[in-house]
C-alpha cells in the first residue's frame, strides 16, 4: 500500500525499560542494529499497525507496555534503488513512518523474538536513549535523529533509587535551632516507615509523596 508520493505508511517503536533505556535489535543475519517497524496494513490506524508489530517483532503484547507519546507527523525517508525489489522500482520509493515511544511495563523476559516463524532480530540489548546512529543503515539515520529528538521531551521521569539512605540516619530537628535545610532534603519523620519525605522552607513535610 504506497501513498501517492510512492511512499509506504509504515510505524516505528521506541521501546523504554525502567531505566529510560530502548530496545535495540540486530537485524537477522545482518552487522545492523534497529528500532522495530513494520508497515500499516489496509484498513489499519497506526496504532493498530503498532500493537501488531510489537508482538510480530519482539513478542509482546498490549498489557505489556503504555504509550507515552507517538510523532505529530509523518518522518519519511527514501530507500536507495539497490534496496528495493526489481519489480518494485520506479513506483516505490520509500517509508513514511509514525513513531511511538512505549514504556515497558512488563519484564524482559516477556521479549520474544521467535513470536512468529519469521523473526525480523536475533539479538537484542537494552540501549542508552541516543542510540549510535552509525550503527543505523545510513538511509534511516535522519528519520532516527528526528524521532528521538521530537520524542525525548516525553521521556518518563525516573524514580530516584534508595532516596531514603542518604538521611534516614540523622535525628528529626525542629525549632529555631535546628540546622537549615534545602529544598529536596530527604528525612524521616518520627513514626514513619522506611519512606523518606520531602522538605521545604525548612519544615517537615508529613503528608505522603507522590511522585510522576
Do not use: C
Given at each position: 500500500?504506497?501513498?501517492?508520493?510512492g511512499?509506504r505508511?509504515?510505524?516505528?517503536?521506541i521501546?523504554?525499560?525502567?531505566?529510560?533505556?530502548?530496545?535495540?535489535?540486530?537485524?537477522?543475519?545482518?552487522h545492523s542494529?534497529?528500532?522495530?517497524?513494520?508497515?500499516?496494513d489496509?484498513g489499519?490506524?497506526?496504532?493498530q499497525?503498532?500493537?501488531?508489530e510489537?508482538h510480530?517483532?519482539v513478542?509482546?503484547?498490549?498489557?505489556?507496555?503504555?504509550i507515552?507519546?507517538?510523532t505529530?507527523d509523518?518522518?519519511r525517508?527514501?530507500v536507495?534503488d539497490?534496496?528495493?525489489?526489481?519489480?518494485?522500482?520506479?513506483?516505490?520509493?520509500g517509508?513514511k513512518?509514525i513513531?511511538?515511544?512505549?514504556?515497558?511495563?512488563g519484564?524482559?523476559?516477556?521479549?520474544?523474538?521467535r513470536?512468529?516463524?519469521?523473526?525480523e532480530f536475533?539479538?537484542?540489548r537494552w540501549?542508552d536513549?541516543w542510540?549510535p546512529?552509525e550503527?543505523?543503515?545510513?538511509?534511516?539515520?535522519?528519520v532516527y535523529e528526528?524521532?528521538?529528538?521530537?520524542?525525548a521531551?516525553f521521556?518518563?521521569?525516573?524514580?530516584p533509587?534508595?532516596?531514603f539512605?542518604r538521611?534516614a540516619?540523622?535525628?528529626h530537628e525542629?525549632?529555631p535551632?535546628?540546622p537549615?535545610?534545602t529544598?529536596g532534603?530527604?528525612e524521616?519523620?518520627?513514626?514513619?516507615s522506611?519512606?523518606a519525605?520531602?522538605?521545604s522552607n525548612?519544615a517537615?513535610h508529613?503528608g505522603?509523596?507522590?511522585g510522576?
Amino acid at each position: 500500500m504506497l501513498d501517492r508520493d510512492g511512499f509506504r505508511p509504515n510505524v516505528g517503536i521506541i521501546l523504554l525499560n525502567h531505566k529510560n533505556q530502548v530496545f535495540w535489535g540486530k537485524r537477522i543475519r545482518t552487522h545492523s542494529w534497529q528500532f522495530p517497524q513494520g508497515g500499516i496494513d489496509r484498513g489499519e490506524t497506526p496504532e493498530q499497525a503498532m500493537i501488531r508489530e510489537l508482538h510480530e517483532e519482539v513478542g509482546l503484547h498490549p498489557e505489556h507496555v503504555s504509550i507515552v507519546a507517538r510523532t505529530r507527523d509523518w518522518l519519511r525517508y527514501e530507500v536507495p534503488d539497490r534496496y528495493i525489489r526489481r519489480d518494485a522500482r520506479g513506483h516505490y520509493k520509500g517509508q513514511k513512518q509514525i513513531w511511538f515511544l512505549l514504556r515497558l511495563l512488563g519484564h524482559d523476559w516477556d521479549l520474544n523474538l521467535r513470536a512468529t516463524d519469521h523473526p525480523e532480530f536475533d539479538a537484542w540489548r537494552w540501549n542508552d536513549y541516543w542510540v549510535p546512529l552509525e550503527a543505523v543503515v545510513e538511509f534511516k539515520r535522519g528519520v532516527y535523529e528526528t524521532a528521538l529528538t521530537e520524542l525525548a521531551r516525553f521521556l518518563p521521569r525516573q524514580e530516584p533509587r534508595n532516596r531514603f539512605l542518604r538521611h534516614a540516619h540523622r535525628p528529626h530537628e525542629s525549632g529555631p535551632d535546628a540546622p537549615a535545610t534545602t529544598p529536596g532534603t530527604l528525612e524521616l519523620p518520627p513514626g514513619a516507615s522506611l519512606e523518606a519525605n520531602p522538605v521545604s522552607n525548612g519544615a517537615p513535610h508529613h503528608g505522603r509523596s507522590h511522585g510522576h
